[in-house]
């Protein structure tokens, strides 16, 4: 065990990732060039052969950069980390470096509607089959799997419906078919859920969520369980060129020092508006993995250590409820993504998933009136007076008569 591993998670994000600079500074210092000089032939030759260690060209590494792909994987317990330009770049990686001609994917339902689009419009003309499955129910994944299946690719909680699987078991299933288990993190981050340890071989996360917590990043990244994942992958991400740049790198790194903190208000505030929402005459049904009435509520509690700030709420009134309290909202802002230190909410119905069409939805569980809330860092009194003056507006709006009917 290393000394690093006896830390606290708190103690990690502070210091995870940081070394000894010159002029002693405390925080990784934003190497921001594209290459690095050599100081002679011999030592150049060296550095691409692998005799000595050192950076050579920001695309293959750069000092900021690792600084912070070592923090992420020692907060996700992984060998080593990939930071990425995005986390669909990240995605892509894992696909391309794991998958061939021939080969299946079984692939949770309740997925980041990107990383369905990519299997079924890329990567299947590429000869990749996909099988999509209620992962939540382990059995299904079980059923799903073929000679051929080499990925096992988990989203939990799944996105937008907060679906959850069970990581242990379907992990053991992976195994035993000699798949590769992969899972998406965004929604926890390692401070609340750490697949490795359930038996995953990789995680991903898009860092522009809760790694990076501020809204003013896009990246990705991706944490391995061995040295021979590291350099399949790390072959694959110089090749394609998908790579994160030290300036992002480096305000990453600065956010991930308040993320043990920012969880625990996260969780808090979600925990408190979930439970007022699920009291509403408004709504007709909450998601949320911290409430007994989830439906996976008790593996919940045996893989999270705490249940995130992710809310799915259904509202009376369906579509048209939606849109309205979208355009009624005032200190939640109405806006896509997530996992920042300000309340985001959306309606998938009329906004991402908008495309797919009412019996996609249908299909992924998405329905007409259903709400997708990240919640933020405000005060949660705050929060919920505004869902409650948007509450008012939606029946003011629709009308009583045409409120009623449409329940």
């Given at each position: 065990?290393?000394?690093?591993?006896?830390?606290?998670?708190?103690?990690?994000?502070?210091?995870?990732?940081?070394?000894?600079?010159?002029?002693?500074?405390?925080?990784?210092?934003?190497?921001?060039?594209?290459?690095?000089?050599?100081?002679?032939?011999?030592?150049?030759?060296?550095?691409?052969?692998?005799?000595?260690?050192?950076?050579?060209?920001?695309?293959?590494?750069?000092?900021?950069?690792?600084?912070?792909?070592?923090?992420?994987?020692?907060?996700?317990?992984?060998?080593?980390?990939?930071?990425?330009?995005?986390?669909?770049?990240?995605?892509?990686?894992?696909?391309?470096?794991?998958?061939?001609?021939?080969?299946?994917?079984?692939?949770?339902?309740?997925?980041?509607?990107?990383?369905?689009?990519?299997?079924?419009?890329?990567?299947?003309?590429?000869?990749?089959?996909?099988?999509?499955?209620?992962?939540?129910d382990h059995l299904k994944v079980?059923?799903?799997?073929?000679?051929?299946?080499?990925?096992?690719?988990?989203?939990?909680?799944?996105?937008?419906?907060?679906?959850?699987?069970?990581?242990?078991?379907?992990?053991?299933?992976?195994?035993?078919?000699?798949?590769?288990?992969?899972?998406?993190?965004?929604?926890?981050?390692?401070?609340?859920?750490?697949?490795?340890?359930?038996?995953?071989?990789?995680?991903?996360?898009?860092?522009?969520?809760?790694?990076?917590?501020?809204?003013?990043?896009?990246?990705?990244?991706?944490?391995?369980?061995?040295?021979?994942?590291?350099?399949?992958?790390?072959?694959?991400?110089?090749?394609?060129?998908?790579?994160?740049?030290?300036?992002?790198?480096?305000?990453?790194?600065?956010?991930?020092?308040?993320?043990?903190?920012?969880?625990?208000?996260?969780?808090?505030?979600?925990?408190?508006?979930?439970?007022?929402?699920?009291?509403?005459?408004?709504?007709?049904?909450?998601?949320?993995?911290?409430?007994?009435?989830?439906?996976?509520?008790?593996?919940?509690?045996?893989?999270?250590?705490?249940?995130?700030?992710?809310?799915?709420?259904?509202?009376?009134?369906?579509?048209?409820?939606?849109?309205?309290?979208?355009?009624?909202?005032?200190?939640?802002?109405?806006?896509?993504?997530?996992?920042?230190?300000?309340?985001?909410?959306?309606?998938?119905?009329?906004?991402?998933?908008?495309?797919?069409?009412?019996?996609?939805?249908?299909?992924?569980?998405?329905?007409?009136?259903?709400?997708?809330?990240?919640?933020?860092?405000e005060d949660a009194d705050d929060?919920?007076?505004?869902?409650?003056?948007?509450?008012?507006?939606?029946?003011?709006?629709?009308?009583?008569?045409?409120?009623?009917?449409?329940?």
């Amino acid at each position: 065990m290393h000394d690093s591993d006896k830390k606290g998670f708190d103690t990690k994000c502070v210091h995870a990732g940081i070394g000894e600079y010159e002029f002693g500074s405390v925080v990784p210092p934003i190497f921001q060039t594209s290459t690095f000089k050599f100081k002679s032939a011999r030592h150049g030759a060296n550095l691409f052969t692998g005799e000595e260690k050192g950076h050579i060209y920001t695309r293959m590494s750069n000092p900021t950069v690792e600084a912070m792909e070592n923090a992420v994987a020692e907060l996700e317990g992984g060998y080593k980390a990939l930071g990425c330009a995005s986390g669909m770049a990240a995605i892509d990686l894992i696909f391309s470096a794991l998958l061939q001609y021939g080969d299946h994917v079984v692939c949770s339902t309740s997925v980041y509607g990107p990383t369905r689009t990519l299997l079924e419009t890329v990567f299947s003309k590429f000869g990749v089959s996909t099988t999509f499955v209620n992962s939540s129910d382990h059995l299904k994944v079980l059923h799903a799997i073929r000679p051929e299946t080499k990925v096992v690719y988990i989203e939990t909680p799944g996105n937008p419906t907060l679906a959850i699987s069970d990581l242990s078991e379907i992990s053991k299933i992976a195994r035993a078919h000699s798949c590769h288990m992969v899972v998406d993190n965004t929604f926890m981050s390692p401070a609340l859920q750490r697949p490795l340890m359930l038996g995953a071989d990789i995680v991903l996360h898009s860092m522009t969520k809760f790694l990076n917590g501020h809204a003013d990043v896009v990246a990705g990244i991706v944490v391995v369980n061995t040295e021979e994942l590291y350099i399949k992958m790390k072959k694959v991400l110089n090749q394609t060129g998908g790579v994160i740049d030290p300036f992002n790198s480096f305000l990453v790194h600065r956010g991930l020092k308040t993320l043990a903190i920012r969880m625990q208000r996260h969780c808090e505030s979600a925990t408190k508006i979930a439970r007022y929402l699920e009291a509403h005459p408004m709504v007709k049904s909450v998601s949320f993995p911290g409430l007994p009435s989830h439906p996976q509520h008790e593996i919940a509690k045996k893989q999270h250590l705490g249940h995130g700030g992710m809310i799915a709420f259904e509202l009376q009134g369906g579509f048209q409820a939606g849109e309205i309290m979208m355009n009624t909202v005032k200190l939640c802002q109405l806006a896509v993504s997530l996992g920042g230190v300000e309340s985001l909410i959306q309606h998938p119905a009329s906004m991402t998933h908008f495309s797919m069409g009412e019996a996609g939805r249908a299909a992924a569980g998405i329905t007409e009136g259903l709400v997708r809330f990240s919640v933020g860092i405000e005060d949660a009194d705050d929060l919920i007076a505004d869902l409650e003056q948007s509450f008012e507006e939606i029946k003011y709006r629709m009308g009583e008569k045409e409120f009623r009917n449409s329940i």
